[in-house]
């Protein structure tokens, strides 16, 4: 065995000598771009189910001794994904990466004690008075705390009187926050300023438009609010933030869940078994605590399915608009550039993204777009049913160029048309948008109208043809214009109609001026060849 500690002893100066673990300092500049969940085009935002993520890049500063050292870098976003994060700055480079999960919370807290000394304050039945005994956590699990103390091995919080315990976290690796930590190594003592950047899971965006009409109807004020979310428990402050708007691939990426169970006291009523006599038909079982009514809307106390208690705070309604209720930040609207095929947004102010929260940033405010309504509906050029019926679409439409006062890209989002009426502003529509492109027609659904009838009849029809009667009646106090599609599939064409149409997308199209309380006959035959 000599030539093995001989081998040891010459290889012992070239192994990396450990400098230890420091700590980096919080940001002093952080970046943030929010890109939008790949399968939501249009919507509302949940922070409990965001599909979006972001680019996050901090800027820090870290004294590194020499030698080899561990770099922890607290507060981190906690939905980070270790293996994007790039550090630069450092003089030698990374040698590996960790994300630390051991985040403080009551469970990890217990887990962490088991078998450690702590310190069990307790009520003294006789005096009245806390007292602190010594004692030692045997388990900790969804089962319960057991305890032993001076009297042996008893259950956490099941004596009937207020008891709490004390543990240090000095060695256990506990964090009240994420951490992501790496290793280098440095020839010599340095301070440096170093750039972390990495993408984290639980952001989104949105945007919400409104649209306020004029009283002719023939113009509209369009503004649009971009919806900054995050579900993460970590907050961006003060940061510089921008949005990426447009249809942008992404792989799945598996995400890291701890699967921890929770730590929970249970313990039975103050009573015995044996105090109260067994029924056949009435098993044993905990008493039920007495629930407010609110109990599971809005605070209070309730139990679970595994017969735990469970206290909530209170909380206040969701909005209509949002889930939770968020600050809103005015500020001017926001910057684009082109990032490829895609279009990055960039918010002229710094802003504070904070934790489980949305807040709105000014997007566009644009007067007096010219708009136009109109109505549309479509039926089936060969159709074997005797009869049918068809409902007509309240639309708009407007193009999305520097004529009509637009002439940008236009994200995806909900929009709310709204019209002075009767001294009130009233709401007419609220369709969804979808992401627009500059000199692309928007052409948007306000509601099924209730004034418009459309009733197609066969009037003949054989293995090749079909002459089809189609009366359109018009109950509104005005006249309105109605485009009628009559969508015909492979080498099928329309013949003989009594009204003059065209072709848009390749489908014939009937534009029909229908008069006020009156109605208008239209007959055309279709041909499958």
Request: net charge neutral.
């Amino acid at each position: 065995m000599r030539w093995l500690f001989l081998l040891l002893l010459a290889l012992g100066p070239a192994l990396p000598a450990c400098a230890g673990e420091v700590t980096a300092t919080k940001p002093s500049d952080i970046s943030v771009t929010i890109y939008r969940d790949p399968g939501r085009n249009g919507g509302n935002l949940e922070l409990s189910s965001l599909g979006g993520f972001a680019v996050v890049t901090e800027t820090r500063t870290i004294s590194i001794p020499a030698g080899r050292s561990r770099i922890r870098f607290v507060g981190v976003v906690d939905g980070i994904i270790p293996e994007s994060a790039i550090v630069t700055g450092l003089p030698s480079g990374i040698i590996e990466k960790n994300r630390d999960a051991a985040l403080l919370s009551p469970s990890a807290l217990m887990r962490a004690a088991r078998g450690k000394a702590i310190k069990l304050t307790r009520t003294n039945r006789t005096t009245g008075k806390a007292e602190t005994v010594s004692a030692e956590i045997v388990s900790a699990d969804e089962n319960g705390v057991m305890v032993r103390a001076a009297g042996g091995i008893e259950a956490l919080r099941c004596s009937g009187i207020p008891e709490t315990f004390g543990y240090g976290l000095e060695a256990e690796g506990l964090s009240a926050q994420p951490v992501l930590s790496v290793q280098t190594r440095s020839s010599k003592p340095i301070t440096a300023t170093i750039t972390l950047t990495y993408i984290a899971e639980g952001f989104d965006w949105a945007a919400n438009y409104t649209a306020q009409l004029s009283p002719d109807g023939k113009t509209a004020d369009i503004g649009a609010w971009i919806t900054l979310a995050n579900g993460n428990s970590v907050s961006l402050p003060n940061a510089r933030t921008q949005i990426v708007a447009g249809g942008l691939h992404r792989e799945y990426v598996e995400k890291f869940v701890n699967n921890q169970p929770q730590v929970i006291a249970r313990c039975w009523s103050m009573q015995r078994t044996s105090d109260i006599p067994l029924k056949p038909d009435r098993p044993y079982s905990l008493v039920n605590p007495y629930m407010p009514p609110d109990t599971f809307g809005y605070g209070g106390a309730y139990e679970d399915k595994n017969g735990n208690i469970v206290v909530t705070a209170m909380r206040s309604p969701p909005s209509p608009m949002m889930e939770s209720a968020s600050p809103v930040t005015v500020v001017s609207a926001a910057s684009l550039e082109q990032l490829g095929d895609l279009k990055l947004y960039t918010v002229p102010e710094r802003t504070t993204v904070a934790a489980m929260q949305m807040k709105q940033t000014r997007l566009i405010d644009q007067h007096a777009v010219p708009v136009e309504f109109y109505y549309a509906a479509e039926l089936q050029g060969m159709d074997w049913r005797t009869e049918e019926q068809v409902q007509g679409m309240r639309m708009i439409r407007t193009l999305n160029d520097k004529a009509h006062q637009l002439g940008l890209p236009l994200p995806a989002g909900a929009m709310l048309f709204q019209q002075d009426q009767f001294g009130r502003t009233m709401v007419v529509g609220e369709p969804d948008l979808a992401d627009t492109a500059e000199d692309e027609k928007i052409e948007l659904p306000l509601g099924v109208s209730s004034d418009l009838t459309i009733k197609r009849r066969t009037l003949r029809r054989d293995d090749k043809s079909q002459d089809s009667e189609v009366v359109i009646s018009n109950a509104g106090s005005s006249d309105l214009m109605l485009e009628l599609k009559v969508p015909l599939y492979g080498a099928g064409r329309l013949t003989s109609p009594d009204h003059a149409y065209v072709k848009r997308d390749g489908q014939p199209l009937f534009v029909l001026k229908v008069p006020a309380g009156d109605k208008i006959v239209l007959r055309f035959s279709a041909t499958t060849s």
